[in-house]
């Protein structure tokens, strides 16, 4: 499911020696519906690639563990009129609200901060936030484009960055999607054995999950992810 293959990617990233530290929260709810035909009408590729663009930003600017650095996915089913109400596109009324679910991720972490005049700005191609350390992480300006854009023009959601300097950073994506109950059909945000409140640490990594090298970089394909 999207939310194993995002959290793999980050228990590989804070295994980086100088990484900060990781953990996923996924409610309750969101787990259920997993072990309930809770798949939805999504990219699957789409949706990793937002996860691990938002992961990786936050590696990129948290600090390292030795400092205190901390960093979290969080991952909850809201209902129709909090979507709506956080600037969501409503889906099509012909759509019964017993067959959408809409989820808010949030990664968050314990960096710098983003001035508040930025934190639009920041998902906008090739922008730079003015937090003091972008300089020198450099990287391609995309890492929060590629997310909005997947968010906004492809399902109608909404993203948004609060911050203030010296505060840390969440970045907050909210989708609706349209379940699918035919078998095999859609893409499965979280399976039912998704982890809560999960330390690196304390648990296993796979060496096949996805590669931790490039954070602004595209997914490679489909193959990467299998």
């Known amino acids: 499911d999207v939310l194993s293959h995002a959290v793999d990617y980050a228990r590989a990233a804070s295994r980086q020696t100088e990484s900060a530290a990781f953990e996923a929260r996924v409610d309750a709810s969101l787990r259920a519906l997993g072990g309930r035909e809770g798949r939805v009408l999504a990219s699957r590729l789409d949706l990793i690639q937002v996860l ?4 990786s930003n936050a590696f990129k600017f948290a600090p390292d563990r030795a400092r205190g650095g901390r960093i979290s996915l969080d991952a909850r089913l809201t209902t129709l009129d909090e979507f709506v109400a956080s600037g969501g596109r409503a889906p099509d009324s012909a759509v019964a609200a017993a067959e959408l679910a809409c989820v808010e991720f949030a990664v968050r972490d314990n960096g710098p901060g983003i001035r508040a005049d930025d934190c639009k700005r920041i998902f906008e191609p090739y922008a730079q936030a003015r937090h003091g350390a972008s300089q020198v992480k450099g990287g391609t300006g995309l890492g929060l484009a590629i997310p909005k854009d997947i968010v906004t023009k492809g399902h109608g ?3 948004r960055a609060d911050s203030a300097l010296g505060r840390g950073t969440a970045f907050v994506v909210h989708i609706c999607f349209a379940r699918t109950r035919a078998r095999g059909d859609g893409t499965a945000i979280a399976a039912s054995a998704s ?6 640490d304390a648990a296993e990594h796979d060496a096949a999950g996805p590669d931790t090298a490039a954070p602004d970089a595209a997914v490679p394909d489909a193959a990467a992810f299998a």
């Open 157 to 159: 959601g909404t993203s």
């Open 195 to 200: 982890c809560d409140a999960v330390e690196p």
């Open 52 to 55: 691990t663009n938002c992961l």
